[in-house]
């Protein structure tokens, strides 16, 4: 999450799900809460019994609206727009924390005088390289200070975002000009005010569809709920995330909660929603190819061959990032062992290099080409759940062999013989030559291991029964999987092996089925020090190889030999933070950036709010939570100015993992996509951008190929036959993808079949009836759906226009009880720049009557559709 | 807060305080727990996999498969009203998960002539099935559609208000699943105070509309095990305004057929009497 981890410094959720209840305002955007995260939701209705007031701003009436103060319909792809105007409403009425915003954020601090905005260059900022497509961020950094190294990578992959930005920001060495005042002209509370000066209530009326006076009462209510005495809170989930400039819609709710003083302290924060039951843990600990665990980013083949030559220029020179080396050499040793040594550079050669862009869709684009053989798929289901599953499921049909770990048969295990591209006749089983493996995996009941869950707590969870028959654990898989591989190279004496056989591979194995120690695993990843015993704390880890650890941040969750992540205090035994309920990285800490709940001299900001805070008599930082700070360093600690690492970050600078100590309101390094957000429209949009002659963001990823076609935009010749928003979601009632959910009849029987939702004035137009059919129809495919008709999805005004917006929830496919065709199908790859997401949250489409074609006519249907959108 | 005490009436001496549920419609987000709880703790069947037109609710109401149920109402709030604020007309979207009241006066258990249909020491109403011989009298009585049969083996079913987990101290796995504590379970005396300071909280709050719903003894039921707090009218969430024990008349009813039948035998012997003469 490199939007938080730019502005605070690390990317995960800054609060807690129970810390909702002390908030006294919650807006919930882009995530459909109460449906995706009922369990969680219910520390919202308890915040809304104390008297919070709680929003939720979506295109869609939803369950999360139904028990909300107010509801907001808002244009799908616009919230830029609507978040841009909140910061304007701030600084135009000046509603921010002024002490916070002087003290702990980058407000004060002055960019170069080469910088240009926005406002300056009509839609781009300045760097912009047509050719390349991508930012040169030389001119948006501080002035005086020099640009540092990563900034200079040009990697054509536009992968540096998310190496980079999912932790702190980095600088070149601590900022030399600042005016405290705030009234320099390049100062970044100046620029803020310049940047988003246009974002007007009435704009949010003309390009969001949402009456200014709705806007101008959320805008109150943040800022009326925020300040010494009162906190508010952000939620949101992928419906922020899915769009070509997802990150930045984030980043807009740091903006705001930076200003508004509502980071590190109770009921404030942003808290990101995850969508699965570990997906934070797969990002921790990440199944990306661009990151190593902890956030460390993978070395480039770019950057040299040794580890010196990496940590120069990845390592932070000032902030707790400087110590980049310590994560690193422990990481090094963890996975290598004894083999990992001074001399060798700690096996630094055996990693892997990235060349250029690894992530999926472009993994499946080459997987279409024929550039594939083998794939892994566990836990996953893209014949349904990944944006143009059609180009997926046509890619798989190229590989030489497939390997699917699930419950059950699902659609991307079975493509090859009932796949939608079989009735059209695509595909034809016999000419395909992909051998499926179909692995039978093991529930979270039948293992040993940790989730983590939103708010970065590991909580552990026991076997309650021996998984039946073959299906097993993924850590069994792998385990095993590199067991054998290690066998079958025993004795080999070619260097590219060493890497394979020198790993640590001995981990216990429980039972019949020799089921590695799950514990065992977690011991690892915490780590241990030169006299065997577990590490207590990351400051603990040395660059000399005498520590391992597999994943720095988790360090602490087996400190005194012990599983703290098992812990289970009851609530009502421990005070209202329960440190004692699982583990939380980073060191146990609920709430990060903790050190901002009190003001610059370390009091508590009111009484309200305390929460960590200064006690003069013991010298050291305390409260309900692990302090997020250096336990000692008082609060009036001012760094020279040529300190290094943590003696860098002043005494009341709270966001230490910043190699400033500052939240970031404007980025100057670590984003794909500019140092400030802006509104762009969507890839895919039936308006014109209002606000710049740049119609979508410039640095946007698009894939355009046969079969990942692109429909005309708003502007553009064709851009009438498809001239509906749709947008995907989610129903309480199924989950992701239907691996979990569509084969279980009790699930099943409470949301049977996939349906669309439309609003009367729609269904009128287009002739569709209540509990019949529509087809749904893109330049990639088209897809039908039970058409429910309701007032909950309004048609909204936009640029003087009605505009109509059609819900299609994901869930489904052809297999399982509760079946249906797959809303992805529409959807084409255009990619957010900085995390490679696709935009699924808005695009472009046509709705009518009736079932879809059956076999070729389909293929028929969408050609028609395409030549009269001139769509080649 | 006294309630009736149908256990002792029913013959218990000593037994534990009466219980039941009350559902507050008010902090109920639709995610249907209840439902999956209940049929996995219970071993309901499926009721099929019917898609609906009622908005998100698909499995239709309360019967033999299905022994909680959430309803969803969308409705047009009148301008000021609801969600979508101030100064427009906006959508509505009631949630509510129905389930079976355990009356106080409970007309299935009344007609039961096999006396499967009993009253526990909790002062709930459950079917023993080893016992019912699915006659189905109950069917009709149920003044509030509950109870049903199942169709492939003719017995009548219903919510036990989970009496295994009773015995075993623990709450209805319908409750212990709701997030949100839409669905409380405790002593009906407790839940009752609790009910009422919540109406007036919300009052107080500006939510005119809460009332509750079967929080009495005075209603046609003598008083429900499972009572509701509603944002409108009953019936807008397919409950029945005033309901009455179907059973309520019967005893007139007997009374007045024996007068009619005692009449009528007077009647008769006076003929046969008078043509002796």
Not at chain 1, 102 to 126: C, M, P, Q, W
Not at chain 1, 194 to 214: I, M, N, S, W
Not at chain 1, 816 to 822: A, F, N, Q, R, Y
Request: proline share 6%; glycine share 10%; with cysteine.
């Amino acid at each position: 999450m490199p939007s938080l981890g730019t502005s605070f410094g690390r990317g995960g959720a800054t609060t807690f799900q129970q810390d909702l209840a002390n908030s006294d305002c919650i807006v919930i955007m882009g995530s459909n809460m109460a449906e995706c995260h009922p369990v969680g939701f219910q520390w919202v209705m308890e915040a809304r019994q104390r008297g919070a007031t709680v929003i939720h701003v979506d295109p869609r009436f939803t369950r999360t609206s139904a028990v909300s103060d107010v509801h907001v319909p808002i244009r799908a792809g616009s919230d830029i727009a609507f978040l841009g105007a909140i910061v304007n409403y701030i600084l135009e009425n000046g509603r921010e924390f002024r002490e916070y915003v002087e003290h702990y954020t980058n407000a004060s601090l002055i960019v170069r005088e080469d910088f240009k905005d926005t406002e300056d260059l009509d839609g781009i900022f300045s760097g912009w390289d047509p050719e390349e497509a991508q930012y040169e961020v030389e001119s948006w950094q501080y002035e005086g200070v020099e640009t540092p190294a990563t900034a200079h990578h040009g990697e054509s992959d536009a992968a540096l975002g998310e190496r980079h930005g999912s932790h702190g920001g980095q600088t070149g060495g601590l900022p030399r000009r600042l005016d405290p005042t705030l009234q320099h002209p390049r100062c970044v509370f100046q620029l803020l005010k310049k940047h988003f000066a246009r974002y007007t209530p009435e704009v949010v009326e003309e390009l969001c569809g949402v009456p200014r006076d709705r806007f101008l009462q959320v805008a109150e209510a943040l800022c009326d709920n925020s300040g010494r005495d009162r906190t508010s809170a952000f939620c949101y989930a992928v419906g922020w995330t899915q769009h070509s400039v997802g990150v930045q819609y984030i980043r807009t709710a740091a903006i705001i909660q930076l200003l508004l003083g509502n980071i590190g302290r109770p009921g404030g924060g942003i808290l990101a929603l995850r969508g699965h039951a570990s997906i934070q843990g797969s990002t921790d600990i990440p199944t990306l190819y661009n990151i190593l665990p902890g956030y460390l980013p993978m070395p480039h083949g770019m950057e040299g061959p040794d580890l010196a030559g990496y940590l120069d220029i990845n390592a932070s020179k000032t902030g707790f990032w400087a110590h980049m080396g310590e994560y690193f050499v422990s990481l090094l040793k963890a996975w290598w062992g004894d083999a990992a040594t001074a001399e060798n550079d700690f096996c630094f050669d055996y990693l892997p290099r990235i060349t250029g862009d690894h992530s999926t869709y472009q993994t499946v684009t080459d997987m279409a080409d024929g550039k594939v053989q083998g794939f892994f798929v566990v836990g996953e289901n893209p014949a349904v759940g990944s944006a143009n599953s059609k180009l997926h499921r046509l890619a798989l049909a190229q590989l030489d062999w497939l390997v699917v770990r699930d419950f059950v048969e699902i659609e991307t295990a079975s493509f090859w013989y009932d796949g939608p591209e079989i009735d059209t006749g695509e595909l034809r089983t016999q000419d395909i030559k992909t051998e499926v493996f179909l692995m039978p995996a093991a529930t979270h009941t039948e293992k040993d291991g940790t989730f983590t869950n939103t708010q970065r707590l590991l909580q552990w969870h026991h076997k309650a029964v021996e998984p039946q028959g073959d299906c097993r654990s993924d850590l069994w898989f792998y385990f095993h999987l590199g067991r054998i591989i290690r066998e079958k190279l025993a004795g080999s004496t070619d260097p590219k092996d060493r890497p394979i056989l020198d790993l640590t591979w001995d981990y216990p194995t429980i039972g019949d089925i020799a089921e590695p120690d799950a514990e065992a695993v977690l011991r690892e990843i915490n780590g241990w020090g030169p006299d065997g015993r577990t590490l207590s704390s990351y400051t603990e880890m040395k660059a000399d190889g005498s520590t391992a650890g597999g994943c720095w941040i988790y360090c602490g969750c087996y400190a005194d030999e012990t599983n703290q992540t098992a812990r289970r205090k009851p609530g009502q035994d421990q005070n209202w933070v329960a440190p004692e309920w699982g583990w939380a990285w980073p060191s146990n800490r609920r709430t990060l950036y903790n050190r901002a709940s009190a003001d610059p001299e370390g009091k508590p900001w009111s009484e309200r709010k305390r929460y960590v805070w200064w006690d003069e008599e013991q010298e050291r930082w305390t409260g309900y939570d692990v302090p997020d700070f250096e336990a000692t360093k008082r609060p009036d600690y001012r760094p020279a100015q040529d300190a290094t690492g943590e003696a860098a970050i002043a005494g009341d600078a709270p966001f230490i993992m910043q190699g400033d100590g500052l939240g970031w309101l404007f980025v100057p390094n670590g984003l794909k996509d500019g140092p400030l957000p802006t509104h762009y429209e969507p890839h895919e949009s039936p308006f014109r951008n209002p606000l710049y002659s740049q119609q979508s963001n410039p640095a946007r990823l698009q894939k355009w190929r046969k079969d990942n076609r692109y429909n005309p935009t708003d502007g553009e010749p064709g851009a009438d036959v498809f001239p509906y928003v749709m947008t995907t979601y989610r129903v309480t009632e199924q989950h992701t993808a239907g691996g979990m959910s569509r084969f279980i009849n009790y699930l099943s029987e409470l949301q049977p079949e996939m349906f669309c939702e439309v609003s009367p004035q729609l269904a009128a137009e287009r002739g569709l009836t209540h509990g019949e059919f529509a087809t749904i129809i893109t330049s990639r495919t088209a897809i039908e759906a039970r058409v429910l008709v309701t007032d909950r999805v309004a048609p909204l005004t936009v640029q003087g226009r009605t505009l109509h917006q059609v819900g299609l929830p994901y869930h489904w496919g052809q297999r399982g009880l509760s079946k249906g065709d797959s809303a992805n199908d529409l959807f084409p790859l255009a990619l957010d720049p900085n995390v490679h997401i696709q935009e699924v949250k808005a695009a472009t489409c046509d709705v009518r009557p009736g079932r879809r074609p059956r076999g070729a006519a389909l293929l028929a249907l969408v050609e028609e559709y395409r030549a009269r959108a001139g769509v080649l | 807060m006294t309630v009736i005490d149908p256990a002792a009436l029913s013959g218990y001496d000593v037994h534990p305080p009466r219980v039941g549920f009350f559902t507050d419609t008010t902090l109920c987000i639709g995610c249907k727990a209840c439902e999956v709880a209940c049929k996995e703790w219970n071993g309901v069947p499926d009721d099929g996999l019917n898609w609906l037109t009622s908005s998100y609710d698909h499995t239709g109401a309360l019967g033999a498969n299905t022994w909680r149920h959430v309803a969803f109402i969308e409705k047009q709030a009148p301008a000021g009203e609801g969600p979508a604020g101030e100064g427009t007309a906006g959508v509505q979207w009631l949630m509510s998960s129905d389930v079976c009241k355990h009356c106080t006066s409970a007309a299935c258990l009344d007609v039961c002539p096999t006396g499967s249909l009993m009253r526990t020491e909790f002062g709930t109403v459950v079917v023993q099935q080893d016992i019912c011989n699915g006659c189905g009298y109950c069917v009709p009585a149920c003044p509030f559609g509950v109870i049903d049969r199942r169709h492939d083996d003719g017995r009548v079913w219903k919510c036990t208000l989970c009496y295994d987990r009773l015995k075993n101290d623990l709450e209805p796995a319908c409750a212990q699943a709701c997030p949100t504590k839409s669905i409380q379970f405790g002593p009906l005396d407790e839940l009752r105070v609790r009910a009422h300071d919540r109406v007036a909280k919300l009052h107080d709050a500006g939510t005119v509309d809460a009332r509750l719903y079967g929080a009495g003894d005075g209603d046609g039921v003598g008083g429900m095990g499972a009572f509701f707090l509603l944002l409108d009218d009953p019936e807008v969430y397919g409950l029945p305004p005033d309901p009455v024990v179907t059973t309520r008349d019967l005893p007139d009813m007997w009374l007045t057929a024996g007068k009619a039948a005692a009449a009528f035998a007077v009647g008769v012997v006076a003929m046969f009497v008078g043509r002796r003469r």
